[in-house]
C-alpha cells in the first residue's frame, strides 16, 4: 500500500515538485497524489474481481455444456452480487473532496478510506480462492456449498464496500460561510 502511494509521489513531474516548495501548496499537491492513488487502487481492485466474475462466467459455461442446469441459477445469483460490487468501485466517490464539495475529507480519512481500499484486495484473493473451490468441486456433492460461498463472499464485499461510503459521508461536516 505505501508502495503504491509512493511510487505516484516519486512519479510527480519537475513542475509539482517545484510547486511543492510554495507554503500551503504541498498538501494540495499530496492531497492530490492521495486521490490519484486512492484511483488507482479502487481500479485495481475493480479488475482483481473483474477477473475473478469473468471466471464464474466461465463455470457457468461449463456447467451448460455438461447439463447441469440447477447450480448455474445460484451461480448466477452470486455473479449479479460480484458485479453489482465492481461497479460500486469503480463509479465510487474518490478519497478527496475538493476546496468547494459539500463534503470535506481531511488527510487522516483519506488515509483510512485508502487503507480501507487497500484491505479489498485481500477479499479479492479470497474471492480467487472460493471461485478455484467451485472449479474443483464441479460434479460433486460440495458445488452448491462452494457456490454459496462465493456468494456470501460477493454480498460481504458489497457491505464492506458501504462501510467505506459511510466513512466518507461521515466526514462531512457542516461547513460556515
Not at 14 to 29: M, N, R, S, T
Not at 33 to 41: E, M, N, P, Q, Y
Not at 68 to 82: F, G, M, Q, W, Y
Not at 86 to 103: L, N, P
Amino acid at each position: 500500500m505505501a508502495d503504491l502511494f509512493q511510487r505516484i509521489t516519486d512519479s510527480r513531474n519537475l513542475i509539482e515538485k517545484i510547486g511543492a516548495a510554495i507554503p500551503g501548496f504541498k498538501g494540495y499537491v499530496d492531497r492530490n497524489s492521495r486521490r490519484d492513488a486512492d484511483k488507482l487502487l479502487r481500479e485495481t481492485v475493480a479488475t482483481r474481481f473483474e477477473q475473478q466474475w469473468s471466471r464464474i462466467s466461465e463455470l457457468q459455461r461449463n456447467l451448460i455444456s455438461q447439463g447441469s442446469i440447477e447450480p448455474v441459477d445460484d451461480l448466477e445469483a452470486a455473479a449479479i452480487k460480484l458485479r453489482t460490487f465492481i461497479d460500486r468501485v469503480r463509479t465510487a466517490s474518490y478519497g478527496y473532496a475538493g476546496f468547494f464539495d459539500a463534503i470535506k475529507v481531511n488527510e487522516t480519512e483519506l488515509v483510512k478510506i485508502y487503507q480501507f481500499d487497500a484491505s479489498l484486495l485481500d477479499r479479492a484473493a479470497q474471492l480467487s480462492a472460493a471461485v478455484d473451490n467451485v472449479a474443483s468441486s464441479m460434479g460433486s456433492d460440495g458445488l452448491p456449498a462452494a457456490i454459496r460461498n462465493v456468494a456470501t463472499l460477493a454480498q460481504d464485499a458489497i457491505d464492506a464496500f458501504q462501510g467505506r461510503n459511510e466513512l466518507i459521508q461521515g466526514s462531512s461536516a457542516p461547513t460556515s460561510q
